[in-house]
Nanobody
Framework: QAHLVESGGGSVQPGDTLNLSCTASGFTWDDYVIGWFRRARGPGREDVSCISMKDGITYYSDRVKGRFTISRDNAKNTMYLQMNNLKREDTDVYFC????????????????????WGQGTQVTVSS
């Protein structure tokens, strides 16, 4: 069974940088898409960024494009999210999640149900 653990959240000021990590176990890493999500302002989730563990193709939501960078280290079964120029509106609980690769990364991030989730890590941006 897939198991994901996030780390790296914290409290920072606007404009600061945070780096989140997601370490996974219990599944074949290369066959999955791993993503970062946060709670939406309404029902459901808000996609942040996703990456195909097979070929490294990435997707970013418009809210974070140009500020966040997702990457992976297959040898460590770990995925990272570097968050630069953080804004107050980035304050949220960030979750990493995994789903078997079944479509392009953008479609998966925006539309596909992810079945395995971590416990979340809090990111707070305030002055």
């Amino acid at each position: 069974q897939a198991h994901l653990v996030e780390s790296g959240g914290g409290s920072v000021q606007p404009g600061d940088t945070l780096n989140l990590s997601c370490t996974a176990s219990g599944f074949t890493w290369d066959d999955y898409v791993i993503g970062w999500f946060r709670r939406a302002r309404g029902p459901g989730r808000e996609d942040v960024s996703c990456i195909s563990m097979k070929d490294g193709i990435t997707y970013y939501s418009d809210r974070v494009k140009g500020r966040f960078t997702i990457s992976r280290d297959n040898a460590k079964n770990t995925m990272y999210l570097q968050m630069n120029n953080l804004k107050r509106e980035d304050t949220d609980v960030y979750f990493c999640a995994a789903a078997p690769l079944m479509s392009d990364v953008e479609t998966m991030c925006a539309r596909v149900e992810f079945g395995s989730w971590g416990q979340g890590t809090q990111v707070t941006v305030s002055s």
